[in-house]
């Protein structure tokens, strides 16, 4: 045999890590009262980052669902078929009871640990996240029909992941989608054509489309559709109570740029069975409680994304020699990695700040529910488009390396964008900052309250927050306010950020964030933090697990 040649100075594999291990997740697990669910966190952050479980989401992405239309003989049978990869995430997500645990879970903080959890298992693969996150936010909309979610609710919050086409009361387990967007309208599901009749025993029958529905295979959708009230809210069935189909038609599965082990479909609906949820005509305001659920998870899968995509960064760098010595030893590239590990760092407490004001809400605190309603909006705007660009630089300290699908880097990159589109894509989510403020002058309140706990402890900090009053006074009319909404959703999501890392990060982070995206001449790319910012203190904090007791 000819040996052609010896590989040298390429990083070894990643191997088994634990996603858990990340000390300002931990933190802030503790501080905002989910200590008691830590052992969980960290139990499934191990297996998150197992050698068998990151197999597994290599099988769901390479191997995609797919549509059977019709069986053999002409039937219609509307299936998807799921490599059994896939089908383990589930049952293993599932489980672990991130579809809906906090719904049954009467501690305070049950809210936050399921978001520390949803945190860490999004590391491991995306895609399922999206059914996974539907059912956890179907709950609070369904609850606007309580016969319906007496009897769906527990449902939906069984730990049993009970896949395949059944009556869904006759299920161990149920998994919920959201029907919302049709080709005309997406954003504006005002435009919705999709027609509801009353069938005069209470139900109603749908007939229309929808250009976007993922996860078709769910046992039941929330689904808008026209009624002579309005626009209103339906739960919907795949199988009718007797066990035949209800009116469903799956038409095509989207051949999407990534999300890839998710099945995102176009549905058409033919007198299909539906029940009212929420009041008629009032569906946007019904269906909005799921949306805010899902808008949290946006925040949190774009964190675990960068969080997975700075470990990668710091393993490889660590590794791989150029000029003389490690990558992670030449100083441009220590700026690189301390300013990826800053915006981390940033989208995780905004994240687990947000679950934690959900916590908070449910249990009354109206100042808390005031301070989620434009946070979150802000958090979605602006985390979820730094995700793009966080992974894209991720992904470039790899070189060549990581522009090849085995280093999982492309995975990350591919899913980006989504989480900045769905749920409120980029502009929708900075118009919902200035319906905020608008609609909700409490949340503003509630907002400085928050920033303003770190009043005096950063100067930089300081003047961002009498910047930012400033330019809400400027806003002006509805247009200029328009023009100037993204501005004032990226600073509003920079200065929560900035309060909160100023109060519970370590001095070198706080001081990187407020000295680059708060002060000064920050650069438009990652590295160009301050020539001052203490990198090693930053790498050592990124670097280090999550035991800071
Ligand atoms: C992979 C995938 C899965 C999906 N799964 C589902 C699902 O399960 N269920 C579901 O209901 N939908 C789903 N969607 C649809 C998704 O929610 C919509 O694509 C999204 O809300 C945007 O709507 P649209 O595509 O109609 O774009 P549009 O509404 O046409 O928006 C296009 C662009 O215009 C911007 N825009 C809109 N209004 C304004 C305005 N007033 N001012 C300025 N800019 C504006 C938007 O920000 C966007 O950038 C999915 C989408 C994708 C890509």
């Given at each position: 045999m ?6 040298t100075?390429?990083a070894?594999p990643l ?5 858990a291990?990340?000390?300002?997740l931990?933190e802030a697990?503790?501080?905002?009262g989910?200590a008691w669910?830590e ?5 499934l952050?191990?297996l998150a ?5 990151q197999?597994?989401a290599r ?6 669902p797919?549509?059977h239309?019709h069986d053999?003989?002409?039937?219609r ?10 089908h383990?995430?589930?049952?293993t997500?599932?489980?672990?009871g991130l579809?809906a ?7 305070p903080g049950a809210?936050?640990v399921r978001a520390?959890?949803?945190y860490v ?5 995306p ?6 996150s539907m ?8 609850r606007?029909?309580?016969e319906?979610?007496a009897?769906?609710e527990?449902?939906?919050a ?5 896949f395949?086409l059944?009556?869904?009361?006759t299920?161990?387990?149920l998994?919920a989608g959201?029907?919302?967007?049709e080709?005309q309208g997406g ?6 054509t999709?027609?509801?009749v009353?069938?005069g025993?209470?139900s109603y029958?749908?007939t229309?489309h929808?250009?976007f ?10 689904a808008?559709a ?7 809210c ?5 199988v ?5 189909r209800?009116?469903l038609?799956?038409?095509r599965l ?7 082990s ?7 609906y033919?007198d299909a069975?539906a029940?009212?949820v929420?009041e008629?005509g009032r569906g ?6 799921m949306?805010n659920?899902?808008?949290?998870d946006?925040?949190?899968?774009s964190a675990?994304?960068?969080r997975a995509?700075?470990r990668?960064?710091?393993?490889h760098?660590a ?5 003389g010595?490690?990558l992670d ?18 989208a995780t407490?905004?994240?687990m ?6 916590d ?9 529910a005031a301070?989620r309603?434009l946070?979150l909006?802000?958090g ?5 488009k730094?995700g793009?660009?966080?992974a894209a630089e991720?992904?470039?300290c790899?070189g060549?390396?990581?522009y090849?699908?085995?280093s ?5 990159y591919?899913e ?5 589109i769905w ?5 929708v989510a900075?118009?919902?900052?200035l319906?905020?403020?608008?609609r909700?002058?409490e ?11 770190a009043a005096?402890a ?11 009053r400033?330019?809400?006074?400027g806003?002006?009319?509805?247009e200029r306010a328009q023009?100037m909404a993204?501005?004032l959703?990226e600073r509003?999501a ?5 309060s909160l890392l100023?109060?519970h990060s370590?001095p070198a ?5 407020c000295a680059s995206?708060?002060d000064?001449?920050?650069?438009h790319?990652?590295?160009t ?10 790498l050592?904090r990124a ?6 007791a």
């Open positions: 000819t040996v052609t040649h010896e590989v100075n390429q070894p191997g088994d890590f634990s996603a291990d990340e000390r300002a931990v697990l503790r501080r905002e989910g669910g052992p969980e966190v960290v139990a952050g191990a980052g197992s050698a068998e479980v197999d597994q099988w769901a992405e390479q191997q995609p797919r549509l239309t053999r003989y002409g039937h049978v509307d299936e998807v078929e799921f490599h059994p990869a896939w383990r995430l589930m049952t997500a599932v489980e672990h579809h645990a906090p719904w049954t879970d009467g501690r809210h936050l520390a959890k949803f298992w999004s590391q491991a693969e895609g399922h996240g999206c059914p996974i059912t956890y936010a179907a709950v609070p909309a369904l606007a029909a309580p319906l979610a009897q769906y527990p449902l939906l069984a730990r049993s992941y009970d395949g059944r009556a869904p009361l299920k161990r387990g998994i959201m029907s919302m967007t080709k954003s504006d599901v005002r435009a919705n999709t027609r509801a009353p069938a025993d209470g029958r749908l229309g929808k250009w529905t993922s996860a078709p295979m769910s046992d039941v959708f929330l808008l026209q009624t002579d009230e309005g626009l209103s339906f739960l919907v069935p795949r009718l109570p007797d066990g035949a209800n009116g038609r799956l038409m989207k051949d999407k740029l990534g999300n890839r998710n099945a995102s479909s176009e549905i058409e033919e069975v029940w009212p929420g008629p946007v305001r019904t269906i909005v409680e949306v659920m899902t808008r949290l946006c925040v949190l899968g675990a994304g960068m995509g700075l990668q960064a710091l393993h760098t590794h791989r020699r150029a000029f010595r490690e030893r030449q100083p441009l590239m220590r700026s690189v990695l301390a300013d990826l590990a800053v915006e981390s760092e940033a407490v905004l994240g700040r947000l679950a934690a004001a959900v908070r809400s449910q249990a009354g605190d109206a100042g808390e301070l309603r946070a909006a802000a979605k705007y602006w985390v979820c730094r793009s660009t966080h991720a992904l470039e790899l060549g390396n990581g090849v699908e085995e999982g880097l492309p995975r990350l591919r980006a964008p989504l989480l900045s749920e409120g894509s980029g502009n900075a118009l919902d900052v319906r905020a403020l608008t909700a002058p949340a503003l309140d509630a907002y400085f309250a928050e920033v303003e706990a005096g950063d100067r930089r900090l300081d003047a961002a927050v009498a910047g930012l400033k330019l809400l006074g806003l002006g009319d509805s023009l993204r501005s959703a509003l920079l200065v929560l950020q900035g100023v109060r370590t982070v706080a001081d990187a964030f995206r708060l000064g001449e920050w650069g790319a990652f590295g933090l301050p020539p001052g910012a203490d990198l090693a203190a930053i050592g670097r280090t697990g999550g035991d800071t």
